[in-house]
Protein backbone atom coordinates (compact mmCIF):
# COMPACT_ATOMS: atom_id res chain seq x y z
CA UNK A 1 0.00 0.00 0.00
CA UNK A 2 1.27 3.44 -0.60
CA UNK A 3 2.20 5.84 2.39
CA UNK A 4 0.99 9.66 2.22
CA UNK A 5 1.99 12.65 4.14
CA UNK A 6 -0.41 15.50 4.81
CA UNK A 7 -0.13 18.80 5.60
CA UNK A 8 -2.33 21.69 6.72
CA UNK A 9 -2.42 24.68 4.55
CA UNK A 10 -2.70 27.75 7.07
CA UNK A 11 -4.35 29.98 4.80
CA UNK A 12 -7.25 27.09 3.60
CA UNK A 13 -8.79 25.11 6.85
CA UNK A 14 -9.32 22.12 6.40
CA UNK A 15 -7.17 21.54 3.22
CA UNK A 16 -3.95 19.55 3.20
CA UNK A 17 -1.25 19.16 0.83
CA UNK A 18 -0.78 15.51 0.44
CA UNK A 19 2.44 13.64 -1.13
CA UNK A 20 3.31 10.26 -1.80
CA UNK A 21 6.29 8.78 0.51
CA UNK A 22 8.74 6.40 -0.76
CA UNK A 23 12.19 4.50 0.12
CA UNK A 24 13.35 8.00 -2.34
CA UNK A 25 11.63 10.48 0.01
CA UNK A 26 8.06 12.47 -0.97
CA UNK A 27 7.19 12.82 -4.17
CA UNK A 28 7.51 15.95 -6.18
CA UNK A 29 3.82 15.81 -8.01
CA UNK A 30 1.12 16.64 -4.83
CA UNK A 31 -2.80 16.78 -4.01
CA UNK A 32 -4.88 19.29 -2.43
CA UNK A 33 -7.49 17.62 -0.70
CA UNK A 34 -10.80 19.16 0.85
CA UNK A 35 -11.63 17.20 3.55
CA UNK A 36 -13.29 17.04 7.46
CA UNK A 37 -12.50 13.51 7.68
CA UNK A 38 -10.18 12.47 5.39
CA UNK A 39 -12.75 10.14 3.81
CA UNK A 40 -15.20 12.60 2.48
CA UNK A 41 -13.93 15.56 0.16
CA UNK A 42 -12.60 17.02 -2.85
CA UNK A 43 -8.91 16.31 -4.52
CA UNK A 44 -7.19 18.14 -7.20
CA UNK A 45 -4.03 16.61 -8.11
CA UNK A 46 -0.71 18.59 -9.19
CA UNK A 47 2.09 18.11 -11.60
CA UNK A 48 5.92 19.05 -9.99
CA UNK A 49 5.17 21.86 -12.25
CA UNK A 50 1.61 22.46 -11.35
CA UNK A 51 -0.16 21.26 -14.09
CA UNK A 52 -3.67 19.84 -13.16
CA UNK A 53 -3.63 16.23 -13.24
CA UNK A 54 -6.47 14.82 -11.27
CA UNK A 55 -9.91 16.60 -10.38
CA UNK A 56 -12.43 14.04 -8.15
CA UNK A 57 -14.14 13.84 -4.97
CA UNK A 58 -14.41 10.85 -2.35
CA UNK A 59 -17.04 9.49 -0.37
CA UNK A 60 -16.37 7.22 2.39
CA UNK A 61 -12.69 6.92 1.01
CA UNK A 62 -14.33 5.55 -2.23
CA UNK A 63 -13.51 7.71 -5.45
CA UNK A 64 -16.93 9.55 -6.30
CA UNK A 65 -18.80 11.51 -8.40
CA UNK A 66 -17.48 13.33 -11.39
CA UNK A 67 -13.72 12.37 -11.91
CA UNK A 68 -10.92 13.75 -14.62
CA UNK A 69 -7.83 13.74 -15.91
CA UNK A 70 -5.09 15.38 -17.77
CA UNK A 71 -1.87 14.20 -18.80
CA UNK A 72 0.91 17.17 -18.42
CA UNK A 73 1.40 19.04 -21.13
CA UNK A 74 -1.66 17.68 -23.45
CA UNK A 75 -4.51 18.33 -21.51
CA UNK A 76 -7.77 15.94 -20.84
CA UNK A 77 -7.11 12.24 -21.25
CA UNK A 78 -10.14 10.92 -19.49
CA UNK A 79 -13.76 11.75 -17.90
CA UNK A 80 -15.90 9.69 -16.19
CA UNK A 81 -18.37 9.37 -13.66
CA UNK A 82 -17.83 7.04 -10.40
CA UNK A 83 -20.21 5.37 -8.08
CA UNK A 84 -18.63 4.28 -4.05
CA UNK A 85 -15.28 4.08 -6.45
CA UNK A 86 -16.58 1.98 -9.60
CA UNK A 87 -17.01 3.39 -12.59
CA UNK A 88 -20.87 4.01 -14.03
CA UNK A 89 -22.44 5.58 -17.10
CA UNK A 90 -20.00 7.18 -19.17
CA UNK A 91 -16.29 6.74 -19.51
CA UNK A 92 -14.44 8.48 -22.68
CA UNK A 93 -10.38 8.82 -23.30
CA UNK A 94 -8.57 11.44 -25.49
CA UNK A 95 -5.90 11.58 -27.81
CA UNK A 96 -3.04 14.47 -27.09
CA UNK A 97 -4.90 16.50 -29.67
CA UNK A 98 -8.12 16.56 -28.63
CA UNK A 99 -10.09 13.91 -30.37
CA UNK A 100 -11.76 10.79 -28.74
CA UNK A 101 -10.16 7.57 -28.86
CA UNK A 102 -12.60 5.67 -26.50
CA UNK A 103 -15.82 5.58 -24.96
CA UNK A 104 -17.08 2.85 -22.87
CA UNK A 105 -20.25 2.62 -21.01
CA UNK A 106 -19.96 1.48 -17.75
CA UNK A 107 -22.11 -0.52 -14.78
CA UNK A 108 -20.97 -0.91 -11.59
CA UNK A 109 -16.88 -0.83 -12.94
CA UNK A 110 -17.73 -3.53 -15.80
CA UNK A 111 -17.64 -2.23 -19.71
CA UNK A 112 -21.01 -2.85 -21.26
CA UNK A 113 -20.09 -1.76 -24.79
CA UNK A 114 -16.99 0.06 -26.03
CA UNK A 115 -16.19 2.53 -29.49
CA UNK A 116 -13.01 4.02 -30.40
CA UNK A 117 -11.71 6.52 -32.90
CA UNK A 118 -8.51 6.88 -34.10
CA UNK A 119 -6.36 10.45 -33.72
CA UNK A 120 -7.63 11.57 -37.12
CA UNK A 121 -11.29 10.55 -36.37
CA UNK A 122 -11.96 7.73 -37.96
CA UNK A 123 -14.04 4.82 -36.47
CA UNK A 124 -12.11 1.87 -35.43
CA UNK A 125 -13.78 -1.12 -37.24
CA UNK A 126 -12.09 -3.82 -35.43
CA UNK A 127 -12.43 -3.11 -31.50
CA UNK A 128 -9.86 -6.33 -30.74
CA UNK A 129 -7.26 -3.70 -31.93
CA UNK A 130 -7.90 -0.96 -29.72
CA UNK A 131 -6.53 -2.91 -26.25
CA UNK A 132 -3.82 -5.07 -25.89
CA UNK A 133 -0.19 -6.02 -23.86
CA UNK A 134 3.19 -5.44 -24.96
CA UNK A 135 4.50 -8.54 -26.94
CA UNK A 136 8.03 -9.14 -28.13
CA UNK A 137 7.59 -10.20 -31.91
CA UNK A 138 10.84 -11.69 -32.80
CA UNK A 139 11.21 -14.04 -35.67
CA UNK A 140 11.79 -17.77 -33.85
CA UNK A 141 11.18 -16.90 -30.23
CA UNK A 142 7.58 -17.53 -28.72
CA UNK A 143 7.73 -15.09 -26.17
CA UNK A 144 9.86 -12.86 -24.52
CA UNK A 145 10.94 -15.88 -21.88
CA UNK A 146 11.90 -18.09 -24.61
CA UNK A 147 14.34 -15.43 -26.20
CA UNK A 148 15.82 -14.42 -22.83
CA UNK A 149 15.90 -18.65 -22.32
CA UNK A 150 18.41 -18.44 -25.41
CA UNK A 151 20.94 -15.79 -24.24
CA UNK A 152 21.08 -16.76 -20.76
CA UNK A 153 24.59 -17.83 -19.69
CA UNK A 154 24.94 -19.41 -16.02
CA UNK A 155 27.52 -17.44 -14.10
CA UNK A 156 30.65 -20.02 -13.81
CA UNK A 157 31.10 -19.50 -9.84
CA UNK A 158 27.25 -19.47 -9.42
CA UNK A 159 27.52 -22.82 -11.28
CA UNK A 160 30.46 -24.04 -9.22
CA UNK A 161 29.23 -23.28 -5.71
CA UNK A 162 25.76 -24.25 -6.99
CA UNK A 163 23.36 -21.05 -6.68
CA UNK A 164 19.86 -21.03 -7.83
CA UNK A 165 17.65 -18.61 -7.78
CA UNK A 166 15.34 -16.09 -9.53
CA UNK A 167 16.55 -12.40 -10.35
CA UNK A 168 13.50 -9.83 -10.37
CA UNK A 169 13.82 -7.54 -12.86
CA UNK A 170 11.30 -4.62 -13.60
CA UNK A 171 11.61 -2.67 -16.72
CA UNK A 172 9.91 0.42 -19.30
CA UNK A 173 8.71 -0.78 -22.73
CA UNK A 174 7.84 2.46 -24.21
CA UNK A 175 5.97 3.90 -26.88
CA UNK A 176 8.72 2.86 -29.39
CA UNK A 177 8.90 -0.53 -28.02
CA UNK A 178 12.45 -0.07 -26.82
CA UNK A 179 13.23 -2.57 -23.26
CA UNK A 180 14.34 0.64 -20.89
CA UNK A 181 14.93 1.64 -17.08
CA UNK A 182 15.97 -1.91 -15.93
CA UNK A 183 15.47 -2.16 -11.89
CA UNK A 184 16.72 -5.50 -9.94
CA UNK A 185 13.90 -5.81 -7.48
CA UNK A 186 15.66 -8.64 -5.68
CA UNK A 187 18.66 -11.32 -6.27
CA UNK A 188 20.70 -14.71 -5.23
CA UNK A 189 23.90 -12.92 -6.14
CA UNK A 190 25.75 -10.14 -8.28
CA UNK A 191 26.80 -12.27 -11.18
CA UNK A 192 23.16 -13.71 -11.48
CA UNK A 193 22.27 -9.43 -11.29
CA UNK A 194 24.88 -8.95 -13.77
CA UNK A 195 23.49 -11.49 -16.36
CA UNK A 196 19.99 -10.51 -16.13
CA UNK A 197 20.83 -6.62 -16.92
CA UNK A 198 22.66 -7.77 -19.76
CA UNK A 199 20.02 -9.69 -21.38
CA UNK A 200 17.55 -7.48 -21.02
CA UNK A 201 19.18 -4.29 -22.21
CA UNK A 202 19.91 -5.85 -25.23
CA UNK A 203 16.21 -6.93 -25.55
CA UNK A 204 14.81 -6.81 -29.28
CA UNK A 205 12.38 -4.16 -29.92
CA UNK A 206 8.92 -4.90 -28.38
CA UNK A 207 5.39 -4.43 -30.02
CA UNK A 208 4.25 -1.78 -27.59
CA UNK A 209 0.98 -1.61 -25.71
CA UNK A 210 -2.31 -0.33 -26.34
CA UNK A 211 -4.85 1.19 -24.37
CA UNK A 212 -8.33 2.28 -25.09
CA UNK A 213 -7.01 2.58 -28.81
CA UNK A 214 -3.34 5.07 -27.42
CA UNK A 215 0.04 3.06 -27.51
CA UNK A 216 1.64 3.48 -24.03
CA UNK A 217 4.34 3.01 -22.11
CA UNK A 218 3.99 0.08 -19.59
CA UNK A 219 6.21 -1.45 -16.71
CA UNK A 220 6.97 -4.85 -16.24
CA UNK A 221 8.03 -7.06 -13.69
CA UNK A 222 9.62 -10.11 -14.88
CA UNK A 223 11.81 -12.88 -13.29
CA UNK A 224 15.12 -14.29 -14.68
CA UNK A 225 15.29 -18.01 -12.99
CA UNK A 226 18.85 -19.83 -13.00
CA UNK A 227 18.16 -23.21 -12.21
CA UNK A 228 21.17 -26.07 -12.47
CA UNK A 229 20.59 -29.04 -14.72
CA UNK A 230 21.62 -32.62 -14.56
CA UNK A 231 24.53 -31.01 -16.55
CA UNK A 232 25.56 -28.16 -15.21
CA UNK A 233 23.85 -25.84 -17.33
CA UNK A 234 21.78 -22.56 -17.30
CA UNK A 235 18.31 -22.23 -18.05
CA UNK A 236 15.84 -19.79 -17.64
CA UNK A 237 12.08 -20.96 -17.75
Not at 46 to 52: E, V
Not at 57 to 70: F, L, R, S, T
Amino acid sequence: KAKYVAEGIDSLPGSYIVRTKTAEGLSMNYSIYTTADFRNGKMVSFSSKGDTLVVCGYVDGMIHGAYKQNLAGHGLYKKAQYQRGKEEGTTEYYFPNGQISARYQMKKGKVKSSEFWNSDGSVVKDISTANYDAKLEHEGYPSFSKWVASMLEYPQLCREKKIEGTVYCRFLITKEGKLVDVEILESPHYLMTAQAIRILENSPVWKPAKRHNQIIGVRHTFPVIFQLKAYGAGSHR
